[in-house]
T-cell receptor
Framework: GIQVEQSPPDLILQEGANSTLRCNFSDSVNNLQWFHQNPWGQLINLFYIPSGTKQNGRLSATTVATERYSLLYISSSQTTDSGVYFC????????????FGRGTSLIVHP | DARVTQTPRHKVTEMGQEVTMRCQPI?????VFWYRQTMMQGLELLAYFRNRAPLDDSGMPKDRFSAEMPDATLATLKIQPSEPRDSAVYFCASALVRGDVFQPQHFGDGTRLSIL
């Protein structure tokens, strides 16, 4: 099956800093999603981005499908951005089953 | 906003007891997923339904786990008998899949299960 690797595994920032999270995948994908799991355990869909670039407030994401990676940018980070960020991809086999990476754990200090 | 609803939010029970977790997918979504999250394994897919039919449950231990969708508004995940290693957070997610178009997954808040 498709392999998904996220980096870095852990990230600690001061409030106001910018960061880039990366998701590499081993094969062509039909779909890619970014999720944020907050400290209460809730999984929130951030972006549905199989290709191209999207922006939502201080967050933006870019997927370069031909090079098999996606980036999540967080600008002017806030303490509420803390949590784990997951990338989930669905391969082209038509299974519609997302494969999740292990996540990037982000801590933003005030 | 439409949400996936999971019950119970927390469950503590003794080894050997039956556990039933319930999920109400978002109205109109035709695809339901059950995941288990642990520190060691991360998010694992247990079962997957499309239009109430089970499509993939290869991630689920068949001897003790079962998943069903008795109707379009309810999905259940049962563990019988439960074991301490089943302690985890169980998430349900739903999505609309039409043809080759896959819409984003939406997750419930999870059931935090502790087996003593």
């Amino acid at each position: 099956g498709i392999q998904v690797e996220q980096s870095p595994p852990d990230l600690i920032l001061q409030e106001g800093a910018n960061s880039t999270l990366r998701c590499n995948f081993s094969d062509s994908v039909n779909n890619l999603q970014w999720f944020h799991q907050n400290p209460w355990g809730q999984l929130i869909n951030l972006f549905y981005i199989p290709s191209g670039t999207k922006q939502n407030g201080r967050l933006s994401a870019t997927t370069v499908a031909t090079e098999r990676y996606s980036l999540l940018y967080i600008s002017s980070s806030q303490t509420t951005d803390s949590g784990v960020y997951f990338c989930a991809v669905e391969g082209t086999g038509g299974s519609y089953i997302p494969t999740f990476g292990r996540g990037t754990s982000l801590i933003v200090h005030p | 906003d439409a949400r996936v609803t999971q019950t119970p939010r927390h469950k503590v029970t003794e080894m050997g007891q039956e556990v039933t977790m319930r999920c109400q997918p978002i109205l109109g979504h035709n695809t339901v997923f059950w995941y288990r999250q642990t520190m060691m394994q991360g998010l694992e897919l247990l079962a997957y339904f499309r239009n109430r039919a089970p499509l993939d449950d290869s991630g689920m231990p068949k001897d003790r786990f079962s998943a069903e969708m008795p109707d379009a508004t309810l999905a259940t995940l049962k563990i019988q008998p439960s074991e301490p290693r089943d302690s985890a957070v169980y998430f349900c997610a739903s999505a609309l899949v039409r043809g080759d178009v896959f819409q984003p997954q939406h997750f419930g808040d999870g059931t935090r299960l502790s087996i003593l």
